[in-house]
């Protein structure tokens, strides 16, 4: 049954990959060739190419300024006890939890409604886009942040405290190395989060300024080839990439 169930996952990835090799130009079955031609018609797409560099510029931002804020609010969600902790908790998970389509639209709302307000050029801007996805970010760092800190013994803490470490020596020596794993781990699943963001993305993008997600969504509009199969394939594997590599320094099994 778990053979089965695995097989069911995996099949469509399966039919992109082999998709991704047809010859001919309108996929049909069966094949009547195999060749790389859409993964250089990928390269050479100015569309997909600036796409990729905006996801990748906005993704990095967005998890680095997660990283930042989420780190701190799961030390407090998980350290301190105060009136309302519980309801700061879910709030702080609430976007794992509302639709997309809903998130981008009150995103939409808002900054048009900040932009009227406050005079600044929030909609359609890079920094505004990179707010909204930041608020994807933030609770994948929670969520996994605060599961290392529920495995961690706060023994260690204290004794280091009793031998003189004040609380910045004490975070910084003995509470971040044994969380490394969970905040390496936030980063990883807020970024691909982040990259691969289709429905907020689709609200919040100005003229020219286009993601990888919406720059292939746009070409499927136009055009049905195997380029679109290349292109999804080649994130594949960046994505499974980066996560073997994380995997081998930080065991992800850990945490996830």
């Known amino acids: 049954m778990a053979a089965i169930s695995m097989a069911f996952i995996l099949m469509p990835l399966f039919f992109v ?39 990748m510029q906005v993704g990095l931002l967005a998890t680095g300024i997660g990283l930042v804020l989420g780190v701190p609010a799961s030390l407090v969600v998980a350290r301190r006890k105060f009136v309302g902790q ?106 691909v989060n982040s990259f691969g963001n289709l429905e907020m993305s689709l609200f919040l993008v100005g003229p020219g300024r286009t993601t990888l997600p919406i720059a292939i969504l746009q070409y499927l509009e136009w055009k049905i080839d195997p380029t679109v199969a290349a292109a999804s394939v080649m994130q594949i594997v960046m994505i499974s990439v980066a996560l073997l590599i994380t995997d081998h320094y930080v065991k992800l099994s850990r945490v996830v």
């Open 17 to 55: 990959t082999w998709l991704a090799f047809f010859q001919q130009e309108i996929p049909s079955f069966p094949p009547e060739g195999y060749t790389l031609r859409w993964f250089e018609e990928v390269t050479h797409n100015k569309v997909f190419a600036s796409g990729f560099v905006l996801s």
């Open 86 to 191: 519980q309801w700061i908790a879910a709030l702080l998970l609430a976007p794992l939890i509302v639709p997309g389509v809903v998130l981008g639209t009150s995103m939409y709302v808002f900054q048009i409604e900040a932009e009227v307000a406050t005079k600044i050029p929030l909609m359609g801007s890079f920094w505004g886009l990179v707010a909204a996805h930041t608020l994807i970010v933030i609770p994948w760092t929670v969520r996994l942040v605060t599961a290392s800190l529920a495995g961690m013994d706060r023994t260690i803490e204290e004794a280091a405290q009793n031998l003189g470490a004040n609380h910045f020596v004490t975070f910084w020596r003995i509470t971040l190395p044994t969380i490394r794993p969970g905040i390496v781990a936030a980063a990883l699943f807020g970024f």
